[in-house]
């Protein structure tokens, strides 16, 4: 018997291959986009690891020479036996063969947590590393050094391309540096008591790790937008599945009470049918990963170019297979398959066993479940509300979004049911009177598939806004504050006088940073001075400011502070701000300030000289057409440490040429999220195409041509997605909303304005419709052209 | 930063690859590796055997101190430098085989706060001289003379002792002659102390600064071989009672059922009584939930040669070393027969 239900089971599916097909390539779609994305992510994260493992020092302070490229090795002794819990880097240049690569030397003892190679020293053993004079490195790496050098490799993945990790006392022999260190990385925890360090090493500079915190927060807001997309498109994904699952359970409603009526039990059809869909769910997962690594192959060489732009470090463009996203997939198919037809086998085991399986009885079945579905909406869209007033934390941010997308989902049908009985009601003659009818009666078996393509487009405009405004607001920071060519760290330079006139010979325009960390209307704040030039003029944008702001900041006579100090301190322009003792002075503009966690008010440089007299400027941004020169002749001639020359245009092109590729990545994946929500739309028409016929074939016989009927298909078709997309919009935007104001204030700690862009919009619902008239004419080419005995035999055959 | 690389190192340290059978090859008193062998009937010679030795595998310097602030509050300080050698010998520079890590830790009753540190020998990062005495790693110290006044010192992130300890009794040697043996099949280390600390000094702890005295006791163990294949850890006790009297006993608990126990009595004088593998009978007689694992932290320790039946409890069963190589050590308080305090070591006990 079982063998007989398998086979009748499965001749459903070789008498109706095109809905098998739609099944299976519905499913893998699905699949594909999740895994794709899930791709794109694991790849991307695991490539920020191996870029940020080896240039890991950047988050960590540490100590540089003053003067030179190396110091002496005693140097760590002495620190060590001070208390200062310092471990020793020496890099340089290594030559293998014909290539050149990166050297680093470490102390593999006391190297701290974060730093460069701690990763791959995880993956190794010591007395390995330490013998036999070990070298490390990434698979293209190790194979140069295979060819060139005597040492044993230890091949690793997650040591950035081009970079080689050795023991300390390897790489000093290596670059013929014996006993010299480059650099010592400070450990983030300290001893209770050490000595001073003027004391101890007075030719060591301690350099913050803050120059590298703009770009963390840069890639921090690209790991988010991956994350919130993967988000979203599984929430796409599931729908798609649950349509695709739901449909072809209907579709055999009528064989199941055929299979009932001859005496198959209904449990074992049940566990039959499940064991069908677990089958094939796995064949169509399977389809969907390959689909998926594809796609991510085709992204991820933006992917890898945007972290490299980023980092300035090499990662490696290609596509490792990752078992987290194979499994991801494949559970994602299967669970979404299972989870899709539980509710559907639900519904058959309830459904009487000689019940008529038409596309009308269906309908009314989803009527009696409006009222509940109704309800949950209300509850999902209320809970959203109430979590964005009173939850907290990026759980709650999530859960808003989720909240929002469900309940919106769920939410459509009914807004689509209400609008197009109002159609209904307004519409006279026969033909219109039915066709919004007939749309009515179609909406439950197309809801799901509307639903996906509700979801597609919200989540495209919601990740859009998002990202576009992100990308508005940070071009305008950064052209602001990233706006000197070179920025001079002067902390290890005894004579400033000295270095301020060797550069106002060599440098188009010098603005001294300098700065107090003070107290401003009571909270801890820091002072700026500024030099106001042309600098400052042109590139400063603000959040609101009086007309001639830079005139009144440089004769003295007015302040600018950020919008964290005017809002912690609720002062407004006008408003006077004791900038300094017996200095109190008017607001004259307010400038965003992002990523900066206290307020900061900025004063002339000579008001700030006369205020703060024993303070000379730490850093020094310089303005001039040729960086390379300016900085070669600071190192050569003045003597700074190349450490200390920062390139910041280069930065502030690397963090811009981000956004970019971000964005790139973003819209293929929109248009990819877009193809697979029509697809849904083409297989939910397919599916019903055939149970429809007892509705089209009278209308037919009362005179409406096969060819017009098609038109009003592919019409009702478009309607629904019109009315779909524009009901996207909104949900869309809030999801926009969310991410900006809720996620991004928990992710980064500071909000960012929203920018609307209609434009984009208009297009994407372009788009959108183009989608969904493409999904219609298939179906309605095929009713054009079906054969009259086909709709004539609606009339023959009781159904 | 990286555990697992570090514990590696540990593991290395504390198992020692299990080669019993090299012990057959004592008589050539190196082990497959070319690492020397303890040898019974090894004359000491200080001050040079307060120094390191880099052709045995492993070593430690070991303070342990029972303290007593202006209000009498119990405290306990450790200070311990470890030595673990790659392979045998010393070079210069980063060529040297030898790795140093030291632990150092505070215990009161209610606060435990420990702290490690770790360097290479070869560099002056980390080592020991015999004369005049050092042993450092980074700002950590004990250097004096260990039959005189010594100074011990050390710093966390969140602690820091400095102290002098003032020796009021000789040298102790333990097992025989100081030949000290761990288990059945004879694995054994040289092992010698200095029980007989007077310690003052100050602690640092969050609270502020505390003026301290008692006592402190100092343990010298190096071997090649700590432990043999089958044994899973050790109970460690150095217990001073309040006539004078001392005590030094453990328990190595073996996996293959049977635990190794070995005692020294040591009188007020000096005068030491050895005891072989079952005179000391240690009995847990209660467990504390510690970092997720139970531990025994209350004890019944019985010496019937010495008349002594005492319960041996933690001042702070939540005395956990949570470093790379996880461990129990705290002050303890001696009931019973006997009166008196000490300080108790446990290893291996895992999390389930």
């Known amino acids: 018997m079982t063998a007989a239900t398998l086979g009748a089971l499965a001749s459903h599916w070789m008498r109706n291959r095109v809905q098998f097909l739609t099944l299976v390539v519905g499913l893998a779609l699905a699949t594909a986009l999740w895994s794709g994305v899930q791709a794109i992510n694991a790849e991307a994260r695991a490539s920020y690891d191996a870029a940020a493992a ?540 992002y990523g900066n966690p206290i307020g900061q008010a900025i004063v002339s440089e000579t008001l700030f000289r006369q205020a703060y007299p024993a303070v000379s400027a730490a850093r020094f941004g310089l303005r001039t057409d040729n960086p390379e020169a300016l900085r070669r002749a600071l190192v050569d001639e003045f003597g700074l440490p190349s450490s200390s020359i920062i390139d910041q245009a280069a930065i502030k092109r690397f963090s811009l040429s981000v956004f970019e590729r971000t964005f790139s990545v973003t819209e293929a994946l929109n248009v990819l999220t877009l193809a697979v929500a029509a697809f849904s739309i083409l297989m939910s028409l397919l599916t019903l195409a055939a149970m429809r016929l007892p509705q089209l074939a009278p209308v037919w016989a009362m005179g409406v041509t096969q060819r017009r009927l098609a038109g009003l298909e592919v019409l009702r078709t478009v309607l629904l997605a019109l009315l779909t997309a524009v009901l996207a919009i909104p949900l869309g935007l809030l999801l926009a909303w969310v991410l900006l104001a809720v996620v991004n204030v928990e992710a980064f700690g500071w909000r960012l304005p929203m920018f609307l862009f209609p434009l984009e919009y208009g297009r994407l619902i372009l788009l959108t419709l183009a989608a969904a008239l493409l999904a219609a004419s298939w179906p309605a080419w095929r009713l054009s052209r079906m054969a009259p005995a086909s709709l004539l035999k609606v009339f023959a055959h009781e159904r | 930063m990286n555990a697992r690389f570090r514990s590696l190192l540990l593991v290395l340290w504390l198992a020692c690859g299990g080669t019993a059978f090299a012990q057959g090859f004592a008589g050539l008193g190196t082990d497959a590796e070319g690492f020397a062998m303890p040898q019974p009937g090894h004359v000491f010679s200080f001050p040079q055997d307060h120094g390191a030795h880099p052709d045995f595998r492993i070593e430690w310097w070991y303070v342990t101190a029972n303290l007593s602030g202006p209000d009498g509050t119990p405290y306990g300080l450790q200070w311990t430098l470890f030595r673990s050698a790659l392979k045998p010998g010393e070079a210069e520079g980063w060529e040297s085989p030898q790795v140093w890590f030291g632990h150092a830790a505070v215990t009161s009753a209610t606060v435990h706060k420990a702290a490690e540190r770790f360097g290479r020998g070869g560099t002056g990062q980390a080592g020991v001289t015999a004369e005049p005495f050092e042993a450092w790693i980074d700002d950590w110290h004990m250097e004096g003379d260990l039959l005189g006044t010594a100074r011990l010192s050390a710093t966390g992130a969140d602690f820091a002792y400095d102290v002098t300890m003032r020796a009021a009794g000789p040298l102790v040697f333990h097992g025989q002659d100081g030949y000290s043996v761990k288990s059945a099949a004879g694995q054994a280390s040289h092992y010698y102390s200095q029980p007989f600390f007077e310690v003052e000094g100050t602690l640092t702890l969050p609270e502020g600064e505390i003026p301290v005295r008692g006592t402190a006791w100092l343990d010298r163990e190096w071997s090649s071989q700590p432990l043999a294949e089958t044994q899973s850890g050790w109970d460690w006790f150095s217990l001073s009672f309040a006539d004078g009297d001392k005590l030094m006993g453990f328990r190595l608990r073996d996996a293959a059922g049977g635990d190794f126990t070995s005692a020294t009595w040591i009188e007020a004088d000096g005068t030491t009584t050895p005891y072989g593998d079952g005179a000391l009978v240690a009995t847990p007689l209660e467990e504390s939930q510690v970092a997720g694992r139970a531990v025994p932290t209350r004890w019944r320790v019985i010496l019937e040669d010495k008349g002594l039946d005492v319960t041996v409890a933690a001042l702070n069963s939540q005395a956990w070393m949570g470093l790379t190589v996880p461990y129990w050590e705290g002050p303890v308080i001696v009931s019973g027969s006997h009166e008196g305090r000490g300080y108790l070591e446990m290893t291996g006990y895992e999390a389930p």
């Open chain 1, 54 to 593: 080896a240039l890991g020092e950047g988050r960590l302070d540490q100590l540089v020479p003053a003067n030179g490229e190396t110091m002496p090795q005693e140097r760590f002794i002495a620190l060590r036996r001070a208390g200062w819990l310092v471990s020793p880097v020496v890099e340089g240049r290594l030559r293998a063969g014909t290539s050149t690569l990166r050297l680093v030397g470490i102390e593999p003892l006391t190297v701290p947590v974060g730093a460069a190679a701690s990763a791959a020293l995880a993956n190794t053993d010591l007395a390995g590393f330490l013998e036999a004079d070990t070298l490390m490195a990434g698979p293209e790496a190790a194979d140069v050094l295979r060819g060139a050098l005597p040492n044993p490799v230890i091949v690793d993945a997650s040591i950035a391309s081009g970079t080689v990790i050795a023991d300390i006392g390897v790489a000093q022999e290596l670059l013929d540096r014996g006993g010299r260190i480059s650099r010592l990385v400070v450990s983030p925890v300290q001893p209770l008591r050490q000595r001073p360090l003027a004391e101890v090493a007075p030719d060591v500079v301690l350099q913050r790790a803050d120059g590298a915190s703009d770009v963390g927060r840069l890639t921090d807001s690209f790991h988010l937008n991956l994350t919130a997309f993967g988000f979203l498109s599984f929430a796409v994904g599931i729908f798609i599945v649950h349509g695709a699952i739901g449909l072809a359970f209907e579709q055999r409603r009528g064989m199941v009470r055929t299979l009932r009526a001859l005496g198959i039990p209904l449990d074992r059809l049940i566990v039959l049918m499940i064991l069908e869909l677990v089958v094939l769910a796995l064949l169509a997962g399977g389809i969907g990963i390959l689909l998926g690594y594809l796609v991510a192959a085709v992204l991820l060489p933006d992917v890898a170019a945007t972290i490299r732009g980023l980092y300035g470090a090499d990662v490696a463009g290609t596509l490792q297979i990752r078992p987290v996203w194979w499994l991801s997939g494949l559970a994602m198919a299967v669970g979404g398959a299972l989870v899709a037809a539980a509710s559907a086998l639900w519904r058959l085991s309830r459904m009487p066993i000689l019940a008529s399986a038409g596309g009308r009885a269906w309908a009314v079945a989803s009527g009696r479940g409006r009222s509940i579905q109704a309800a949950a909406a209300l509850f999902l869209l209320a809970a959203a509300g109430g979590l964005a007033v009173m939850g907290a934390g990026l759980v709650a941010g999530f859960a808003i979004l989720a909240c929002l997308f469900l309940g919106g989902a769920l939410a459509l049908p009914l807004c689509l049911a209400v609008i197009l009985k109002t159609g209904q009601d307004r519409s006279s003659g026969v033909l219109p009177q039915w066709f919004w009818a007939d749309s009515r009666q179609q909406l439950p078996g197309l809801s799901l598939a509307l639903m996906a393509l509700l979801l597609a487009m919200a989540a495209n405009v919601g990740v859009s806004t998002m990202v576009s405004s992100f990308r508005l607001t940070f071009t305008g920071f950064l052209d602001q504050r990233l706006s000197a060519e070179l920025y001079v760290d002067a902390a290890g330079v005894d004579d400033r006088a000295a270095l301020e006139r060797f550069l106002d010979t060599r440098a188009d325009e010098i603005q001294p940073i300098l700065s107090v960390e003070t107290e401003l209307a009571g909270l801890p704040a820091e002072l700026y001075g500024a030099r106001i030039g042309r600098t400052y003029r042109e590139n400063w944008r603000f959040l609101a400011a009086e007309a001639d702001v830079w005139d009144r900041v440089a004769d003295g006579e007015a302040v600018i502070v950020n919008e964290q100090l005017s809002r912690r301190a609720g002062l407004g322009l006008g408003d006077r701000l004791a900038a300094a003792p017996g200095l109190a002075l008017p607001i004259a503009g307010i400038v965003g300030d």
